[in-house]
C-alpha cells in the first residue's frame, strides 16, 4: 500500500511538472509571433485562452496574429473579446480598427483609433499608430484635412515617421497642394521610403 500511495504521488509531481500554465502558453506564443511563426502563436494563445478564458492579452495577441495572416474578421472578433474583458485595452481598439480598415469599414474604423486615442497609455509609438490609422481611414472617405491633421499628429509625435510623412504628402496632392505635398514625399524618402521617389516622378514634375 505504501509502494502504491509513494507511485502515485510520483506519478501527480511528475504530470504537474509538465502541465504548462496559461502565462507560459503566452510567452511561448509571443517568442513564436515574433518571428512571424503566426500560426504556430496562435496555437499557443489558444492554449492561454483555453486556460484561462479572461486572458485579454491572449485575445490581443491572437487577433494580431489573425491580422498578420489577413485574417481580418477573426482579429476583430479576438480584439472585442479583449475589449469586453477590459473596455481600456486601448492597444485592442488600435487592432480592431486597423482591421475594420482592411474590411473598408472606415468609419467603423476611425471610432475605433478615436476610442484609443481618447484612452491610450502614455506610449508614443501607440499614439502615433493611433493617429495614422485614423488619418488613413479618414483618407479612404476622401476626409483629405481631416487625413492631414492626423499625420500631422503622428509626425509631430514622431518626426521621423516617413509613412505619414508620404501619405500626408498624398492626402496634399489631392487637395492641390502639390509643393507642400512634394516636400512631405522628398522627407519620406529622406527617411528611407523609396515609394516616396515614385510618387515625386508622377505628381512632382
Known amino acids: 500500500m505504501k509502494k502504491v500511495f509513494l507511485l502515485m504521488t510520483t506519478f501527480i509531481l ?49 487577433g494580431n496574429a489573425k491580422e498578420s495572416l489577413k485574417d481580418y474578421r477573426g482579429a476583430i472578433a479576438d480584439h472585442t473579446k479583449a475589449i469586453e474583458i477590459d473596455p481600456k485595452y486601448a492597444e485592442a481598439y488600435t487592432g480592431r480598427g486597423y482591421s475594420k480598415g482592411e474590411l473598408k469599414d472606415y468609419n467603423g474604423s476611425i471610432a475605433d483609433y478615436s ?46 515617421y516617413a509613412a505619414a510623412y508620404y501619405f500626408r504628402g498624398i492626402a496634399k496632392i489631392k487637395l492641390g ?12 524618402g529622406e527617411l528611407g521610403l523609396t515609394d516616396a521617389y515614385k510618387a515625386i516622378k508622377t505628381y512632382c514634375q
Do not use: H, W
Open 177 to 188: 497642394q502639390k509643393d507642400s505635398g512634394c516636400i512631405d514625399f522628398s522627407k519620406a
Open 14 to 62: 511528475t504530470s504537474a511538472g509538465y502541465s504548462q500554465t496559461a502565462k507560459e502558453y503566452f510567452n511561448r506564443g509571443i517568442t513564436k509571433f515574433n518571428v512571424e511563426n503566426y500560426t504556430g502563436s496562435i496555437a499557443d494563445f489558444t492554449k492561454a485562452i483555453e486556460i484561462d478564458p479572461k486572458y485579454a492579452e491572449a485575445y490581443l495577441f491572437r
Open 115 to 160: 476610442k484609443a486615442i481618447e484612452i491610450i497609455p502614455k506610449n508614443v509609438f501607440a499614439f502615433r499608430d493611433a493617429y495614422s490609422g485614423r488619418g488613413y481611414s479618414k483618407y479612404m472617405l476622401n476626409d483629405y484635412r481631416g487625413s492631414i491633421a492626423d499625420y500631422s499628429k503622428a509626425i509631430e509625435i514622431d518626426s521621423k
